[in-house]
């Protein structure tokens, strides 16, 4: 789980959060009692956070927005297979459904910026990513682009951030093709890169979704 006030929908205090950051957790996007009304069952609600992070990449980013669309698609699918195997494990059907699984799938973080600082706290710049996750407090950063692309100055800059703390890993998978639900190529290089992506769904606990009303507890006891 993760402190919830290091996360906003503006920025992440990566100093802050503990451990990982998935996309049933609070901060990044959450919904009130009013805006519950609006949907009529589960699914509408991860479809509706599913067009939030795609809201959030740059219309020209068409390699970011198709490798969103093949991971959750993929968590979707893999979600389906969990409920599926364990559905005698899971104590309550209301937090147990496929689409309540789904939220415990780790957050895709499009087009992350890090910022960093000389030693006398002053801002040098920020390195700029595709795509990131942030799993057992370590932050996987994923390009597409080719380094023959890359300014030398962000280059630089992803070299110096890599190299100085053991908190940040880049990957580089191949571009996720056009146009179809899943590329399964780019999602096994994907989990070939981070393996713990494909650990999301053993948890002890179940995340509930992108609502907190007072007196319901963030997590529901899987046995």
Known sequence: TTNIEAINRQYICLNDVLGDIRIGDRGWLELTPEQLLQFEKNKDIFTFAKKMLL?????????IRNALISYLTWVEIKSAEFQA???????????SNLDQICFGAFLPLP???????????NFDGAASFDLGFHIAGK????SFSDSQFIRKSERKLRHRLINESDRFEL??????????????????????SIPAIAEFNRMETLLHGLYYPAGLNKLRKIV
């Open 55 to 63: 809201s959030k990449i740059n219309p020209f980013s068409r390699s």
């Open 85 to 95: 195997l364990n559905r005698e494990g899971l104590t309550d059907p209301l937090f």
């Open 111 to 121: 087009h992350p910026k890090i910022p960093l600082y000389d030693e006398n706290g």
């Open 139 to 142: 932050t996987h950063l994923v």
């Open 171 to 192: 990957i580089e998978p191949p571009k996720p093709e056009e146009n179809v639900v899943i590329d399964q190529n780019f999602i096994n290089n994907l989990l070939y």
